[in-house]
């Protein structure tokens, strides 16, 4: 594709938002097209994310002049409005992509329920904040962080390469490709399992504070950027986990066996490599953001 | 005991060096000793955190005109010490505490080799940082942190409330008292369980790089709250898991437990009870601190 001229995202909040915020900062040329509620609408004009907004039922109509699609909802709701557009009348090129923080249902629906014509890229940001909404928007999101792109046909390179160097420009992410399945099976490692296990320390821990009252008062720092994850709303993680808990699953009894291993190195004095090792790990990846 | 005209901090480190900064900044009339390697006294000389310094082989010496000694080495080195100075002789009313992240083993040391005209008060500041060693000193560590004392013997409260007065008027921290068992039991469950999982995390999100390439380029913020302990260097965790494996082997369990069933959950789209428990115990927890 060419860099496109008319680009549409689909629900204007932080995501989306910023996607709107990112392009007018880099100095993106063409049109860019918000579909909101009208609150969502007012405040992405307001705030000069959009430049012009329209209601979700204007999906039919405003897509036939849209270049770039741009799915910014959560990730049912995605697959909900891939559906949809599978009974629209969409115009030849046109690139559709999305944000969802899983890959594989987004891009089963899209290869699905799309028509040939259209070419379906999925993509996810690996950028948020504990904020929501366009009032959060912010156009340095994705500066520097890493974008995934997971499109439906590999084989179609160039569109590929065209998003990709599009999203580089405007949004100075970095991007990088994997397939679905490859995606959704990182993301459980780095991001799913890593949710799950802060939100079991607090119910663990809340545990103790029932049998020792004031147990939680001698929490800290290490406590608290531990946990700090399982304070994000859960709405959000519904849809991740309903879409992602065939990869989360088998991880969570990967991480119970290493758990097990070092209960029993702990019980043997003999944690140190272990240990170790995670910290050269971690150090390792200092290099890597 | 009166507020002590004469305190000994027995190694200058971080602890020790704020400890002294704190006292410095918050006008304590009295006379700071340090014992340190000879490179410590220098760097606490000239950092202005004591008054004067000495090698550790003065302990005998000094000890004699100590009104508080503050043990602020490794938990095995603060036991050792203990045995030592149990064969020393020591001035009638002398009041010790220190500042290790376990307090069982090492109470049980006070009681076992101290004699009965010393008084120990065990002690643990809930406060720390990365970086370690007297230059590292931060007058300001303890301020606003819980500070936690474990006295041998509980009845004697009028030391107790003596130490604990001492501390939150030049600390400016806030004191709170356990029992050694009950303070190893919490800490088990808000310190070093989480340093534990956090280790497991970075091993199990390894493990998934070795299939998958690429994977530990997706950590984001999320990976890297969780997994920051796991970072720490290991000499100082030896100790605490030595001391301490007894109440953190049976919490593993405890916590196993809760993935197991989160897993049942997840596997049934039925998390949102526990994950809305969760993020609420959290949101309590943001006017504890």
Redesign the interface.
């Known amino acids: 594709m060419q860099e496109p001229k008319t680009i549409t995202i689909y629900s204007v909040g932080l995501i989306g938002g910023s996607i709107g915020a990112a392009l007018k900062a880099s100095g993106f040329g063409g049109r860019i097209v918000g579909l909101s509620s009208e609150k969502g609408i007012n405040t992405a004009l307001s705030r000069n994310l959009i430049d012009e907004g329209h209601p979700y039922s204007d999906l039919s109509t405003v897509v036939k002049q849209t270049d770039l699609l741009i799915l910014c909802s959560p990730i049912l709701t995605i697959i909900d409005t891939i559906k949809i557009l599978g009974e629209m009348e969409l115009p030849n090129g046109l690139v559709i992509t999305d944000i969802g923080s899983t890959k594989r249902a987004i891009v089963d629906a899209a290869n699905k329920y799309l028509p040939p014509q259209v070419k379906f890229i999925g993509g996810h940001p690996?950028?948020?904040s504990e904020r929501s909404g366009p009032d959060a928007s912010d156009p340095n999101l994705f500066s520097g962080?890493?974008y995934?792109l997971t499109p439906a046909d590999k084989n179609d390179t160039s569109a590929i390469d065209s998003l990709s160097t599009f999203l580089r420009k405007y949004l100075r992410c970095r991007t990088?490709a994997?397939d679905p399945a490859?995606h959704d099976?990182?993301?459980a490692?780095?991001?799913h399992?890593?949710?799950?296990?802060?939100?079991?320390?607090?119910?663990?821990?809340?545990?103790?504070e029932k049998s020792?009252p004031?147990?939680?008062?001698?929490?800290?720092?290490?406590?608290?950027?531990?946990?700090?994850?399982?304070?994000?709303?859960?709405d959000i993680?519904?849809d991740i986990?309903?879409t992602n808990?065939e990869a989360?699953?088998p991880?969570?009894?990967?991480?119970?066996n290493?758990?097990?291993e070092?209960?029993t190195l702990?019980?043997n004095?003999a944690?140190?490599e272990?240990?170790?090792?995670?910290?050269s790990?971690?150090?390792s990846?200092q290099t890597?953001?």
């Open positions: 690996m950028a948020g962080a890493v995934v990088v994997f490859t099976s990182v993301v490692a780095v991001s399992l890593p949710h799950i296990l802060a939100s079991a320390l607090v119910l663990c821990a809340h545990e103790r020792i004031g147990t939680l008062t001698l929490a800290a720092s290490g406590f608290r950027d531990v946990t700090r994850i399982a304070s994000a709303k859960y993680w519904h986990f309903a808990k989360i699953i991880l969570i009894d990967s991480y119970i290493i758990l097990n070092l209960k702990l019980s004095d944690l140190k272990r240990f170790e090792e995670a910290r790990i971690k150090e990846m890597l953001t």
